[in-house]
């Protein structure tokens, strides 16, 4: 059997009576300290913004869609994941007999991630699916779902280890980010280890994809997709056909 993790660790500070806390000051001295540390958080949200419109920009390499997939509804090949959206962003999730809590749990670090992750309908509303690809069974993927609250994450079974060995996620976990064009699939982004740390909001994975969050105040090169900034946002269950799948273009 493989290792299995034990439970919770408390925190350092559950353990420590007295720790250092921040200085005391005036509200008026607070304020002065809130507001050149806001000037410095806004800085490095304008940097973001300029990473991400940058990433929009990164060219494409084309890839074959020959890899193939089980799903709760039989196989399919790389296309197949799209769901007839445009963009496709597949996480490799670490749930297998040679991995960390097996056979009821999974890598510890995949699960942590999976429980961040924002509800796919918003990202889905924006054209772009997201996928967990796995190497268990679908018997034993439905099982982790029910017991970790993640039905509504589409978790597909890899069959063979070409996908894993061509896109970087063979020894770690990582995403890789693909856009198509009518049957064409090209690969766009990837990020793994601490990269993956800020990601799990809708706009995180819009940010790291070539359409962004298709808003208009974005910058993106000349022909991309934009429409009115908050306009589009619903409750997950309200945005009817917009986030079901959809029929290839």
């Known amino acids: 059997m493989t290792k299995q993790e ?20 005036s509200r008026d001295e607070w304020q002065v300290a809130r507001d050149d540390l806001l000037a410095e958080e806004k800085a490095l949200m304008k940097a973001r913004d300029s990473l991400a419109a940058k990433r929009r920009r990164l060219p494409m ?52 991630f999976a429980d961040t992750v924002i ?34 994450i ?31 699939v090209y690969r766009t982004y990837f990020v793994n280890g601490r990269g993956i740390e800020e990601i799990g909001p809708a706009w995180s994975f819009l940010d790291i994809t070539p359409l962004g969050r298709q808003e208009d105040w974005q910058d993106v090169p000349p022909g991309r997709p934009q429409g009115p900034t908050y ?9 009817g056909d917009v986030a079901s799948p959809r029929t290839s273009r």
Do not use: K
């Not at 306009?231 to 945005?239: F, G, K, M, Q, S």
């Open 6 to 25: 034990g439970p919770g660790i408390p925190s350092p500070s559950m353990g420590q009576e007295e720790i250092a806390l921040p200085g005391i000051v």
């Open 154 to 184: 589409p978790f597909f079974t890899l069959v063979g280890d070409d996908f894993s060995q061509d896109f970087d996620v063979e020894e770690m976990f990582g995403l890789n980010v693909f856009i198509r064009d009518g049957e064409r």
């Open 61 to 112: 390499t084309p890839v074959r869609i020959d890899y193939r997939f089980i799903g709760p509804d039989g196989e399919v090949n790389l296309l197949g994941l799209f769901a007839g959206r445009r963009q496709l962003i597949v996480y490799r999730f670490f749930y297998a007999p040679d991995v960390e809590n097996w056979p009821d749990g999974s890598c510890s670090g995949c699960a942590f």
């Open 119 to 152: 509800h796919p309908a918003h990202l889905a509303a924006r054209d772009t699916t997201l996928v967990f690809v796995t190497a268990a069974p679908q018997e034993r993927v439905t099982q982790l779902q029910a017991r970790m609250g993640w039905e509504e």
């Open 231 to 239: 306009e589009w946002w619903r409750l997950h269950d309200n945005y």
